[in-house]
């Protein structure tokens, strides 16, 4: 692949609406946030790039303990989709 030249990819959102509905109840500007935007894509050197961002810090914005509660169990829920994967999960992540 030429430097600079991007890699094969793929976009989708994932999300378990039950999840997002005890959130919106709360807030619906959670659904900013939910649901969750993953990018897998082929890097510069080839290897496969998961990327996704954590949802806790977005969501413990909102200042409602019951959404920073679910912001923070979707976190470990990465994680064990990172270990399944065989992917080593971040420390934040485990």
Known sequence: M???????????EGAAH??????????????????LRVEIYESESGTAVFSIDRPSPALASFDTPDITKVGASLDLKLGDLLTVLDVEPPPHER
């Open 2 to 12: 030429p430097k600079g030249a991007a890699g094969d990819g793929a976009a989708g």
């Open 18 to 35: 039950v999840i997002a509905e005890t959130m919106y109840q709360h807030d619906p500007g959670v659904m900013q946030y939910v649901p």
